[in-house]
């Protein structure tokens, strides 16, 4: 089977091929210019979505030595994501799906990462915790198997990629902010300065709004309130916010391990490319046992690899979708997976 996936949540254009299981292509446009306005600007990205996805589709069938009549199944991201972005794959994908009267399906997102661990040679194994940190989302899940997820905790304000950005911005770092907040942390003491890590009703959810007014409340006390930082402070101020962070990830898995029967863990999303916060779940993965699973960086950020490889599961498990599903520009509730 020949899977073609196609990834325009956001400001990454992406087309990823699946053949008989093996990934043949990985194409990824990254939209650059969003940086001179200090975030991604819906309107421009999807435009730059639409100017580059059929020449990024040719190479990728280039690359795959496949003929597009060779395709058995269509997958694209349905949500969540930016909707005027999300309806230009969408839509592409199934006006293609219908020319070549080929099978469609619409992958969520989210599901899409869960599931990138296993583009790796070592691939997670049921049951598993999934932690899932990005720019827009930050969710702690246990995968029981390829169709039943359950979520134990999200974020009841701001997701971690988006605290980093904030941050970032906030300290004269531009966007985007978590390679940065990483560059500068690597020089710094992470002990230097204590911010505080949120507790909850639900153990399981996480909190970072409290965490960035904490960084505003420092810089405000220690700079004034125009916040002129020198740039020698910034090392032990994102070594420190870095480690907060961290430990406000890492202390709901370790107490997921306690409570749950897995015997691995799978860290997801443009996050789980931290250097830092990966190696500590890599330690903690050592303390605990427990084998842990990170995509490689081409598949922690946005990728249509990992919604052909999730597509490719759905149509092997007979859930296809027809030419009427629309694209969703947020989490629904607890029913977030699309497969449900």
């Known amino acids: 089977m020949n899977v073609l996936g196609i990834e325009t949540s956001c400001d990454e254009t992406s087309v990823g091929i699946i053949a008989d299981g093996k990934l043949k292509a990985n194409l990824i ?37 496949l003929d597009i009549n060779d395709i058995d199944v269509i997958c694209a991201t349905a949500g969540p994501g930016l909707i005027g972005a999300l309806l230009v794959g969408l839509t592409f994908a199934k006006g293609l799906a219908y020319s070549l009267d080929k099978s469609f399906v619409a992958v969520n997102h989210i599901e899409g990462h869960i599931f990138s661990g296993f583009l790796m040679e070592e691939k997670p194994e049921f049951p598993y915790l999934c932690l899932v940190v990005s720019g827009g989302h930050t969710l702690l899940l246990l995968v029981e ?20 950005d904030k941050v970032a911005k906030m300290i004269g770092l531009g966007y985007p902010g978590g390679p ?19 507790r909850l009703e639900n ?59 897995v015997s691995c863990i799978s860290m997801v999303g443009g996050v789980a490319a931290n250097e830092y916060i990966k190696n500590r779940l890599l330690a903690l993965g050592n303390k605990l046992k427990k084998k842990v699973i990170i995509p490689k960086l081409e598949f922690c950020g946005d990728n ?33 997976i699309l497969s449900e």
Request: hydrophobic letters at 40%.
């Open 304 to 336: 249509a690899a990992m919604i052909a490889y999730r597509g490719s599961i759905l149509c092997k498990n007979n859930i296809l979708h027809d030419y009427n599903v629309s694209a969703f520009p947020s989490l629904r509730g607890d029913e977030f």
């Open 145 to 164: 198997d390829e169709l039943k997820i359950r979520k134990l905790g999200t974020t009841v304000d701001d997701a971690a990629g988006e605290a980093f």
């Open 29 to 65: 446009a990254s939209q650059d210019f969003h940086t001179k306005y200090g975030g991604v600007v819906p309107e421009l990205s999807s435009r730059a979505h639409l100017q580059i996805i059929t020449p990024l589709l040719k190479d990728a069938l280039k690359r795959a030595e």
């Open 203 to 261: 153990p399981y959810d996480f909190s970072f709004s409290g965490l960035k007014t904490a960084v505003l409340r420092h810089l405000q006390k220690e700079y004034g309130i125009e916040l002129n930082i020198p740039d020698s402070e910034l090392p032990d101020l994102t070594a420190s916010f870095q480690k907060a962070v961290s430990k406000s990830l890492l202390n709901k898995i370790e107490l997921a391990c306690k409570e749950y029967n």
């Open 180 to 198: 940065k907040i990483q560059q500068y942390a690597e020089k710094g003491d992470e002990n230097a300065i204590k911010f505080p890590v949120s």
